[in-house]
């Protein structure tokens, strides 16, 4: 789906040099490189804070211990997303709630948050999916209504920006109290390995975040927290700061993507291109047609028989997987979700696309759903 060998001969020489300065200084964890990263990408989100880790599943695990979220305390998510959303939630032995999403731009329904609401809320994890972001002036005000914490997970989404009701913009993952994301290869700003990153405006939160992804210390073997080990290397520090002098490119390169294929596929009776809200920009990480009539794996098939790679995200809904069978979800539940792993496909979506490829992937897409 993403073609990282013709990304990176466009940088090549950029990023081998950056590789053997690491090599050559062998300042292989916290060095110079990482604390250049945290800084420079702090710049680009406007957050005040920007603690790099290992990966984004790390990112939010972190983020939870810092808050304090106890056994037992509810946390709600999206049921149409990555498990590792959930998987955390799982994992600190807290309570994963689910619910339903909106159906235009696939995000949390703000409205199926709140009914969602018990005693036992703390917290909120909205999932900015596919490149854009959740509706964000809804979900804090439920949060600040009913004292929760909120934590962004914009894996998919950095670089996007959120425009509130009174016109000010915030970038995803610098509006919650905590934002995550993740550096895995196929991102937009992605490494050549893992890596993942936390955003905070909180100072005291910061420091709490810093200690917990070191093995709960602030000072070397003086432990103050339980902690974990969670750090980005060096040599992708180096990769993600060449990276992200061109994020905006990047981006801007996926959604000339998305707009040949919203031209391609307008109006067509039988597929569904991706709806944008009016309040985000979208970074397009995935795009994501929702097919009727259409049987899904066959065109899968027929695409693939073509050279013409694309997935699906996400097959099984997170409260029909058999890790989180739970009594409280039925199938049926979660209309929006259950349809939507039903019906969605994802095209092929990098930077190096150009038009000769998107005509070859369009008018194959159309030729199966006219037959």
Known sequence: MVDLISQYHHIKNEVDTAIINVMENAAFINGPEVKSFQSELEQYTGSQ?????????????????????QPGDEVITASFTYVATAEVIALLKLTPVLVDVDPETFNINPAAIEAA???KTKAIVPVHLFGQCADMAKIMEIAQKHNLFVI?????????????????KKQAGTIGHIGCTSFFPSKNLGCYGDGGAIFTNDAALAGKIRMIANHGQSVQYYHDEIGVNSRLDSIQAAILRIKLRRLNQYNEARNKVANHYDQAFANHPKIKTPGRAAN???????YTLRLNGINRDELKTWLAAKEIPAMIYYPVPLHMQ??????????????????????VISLPMQ???DDEQLAYITSNILEFCNQ
């Open 49 to 69: 804070h920007v603690i790099p880790c290992a990966n984004g599943t790390d990112a939010l695990q972190i983020a939870m211990m810092a808050l304090g979220l």
């Open 117 to 119: 609401i018990t005693s």
């Open 152 to 168: 962004e997970d914009t894996a998919q989404a950095i670089g996007a920006w959120y425009t509130f009701p009174d016109g000010s």
């Open 280 to 286: 985000s920009t979208h970074v397009f990480h995935q």
């Open 322 to 343: 058999k890790a989180y069978t739970d009594s409280r979800y039925k199938e049926g539940m979660f209309p929006v979700t259950e349809d939507l792993c039903k019906c």
């Open 351 to 353: 930077t190096e696309l």
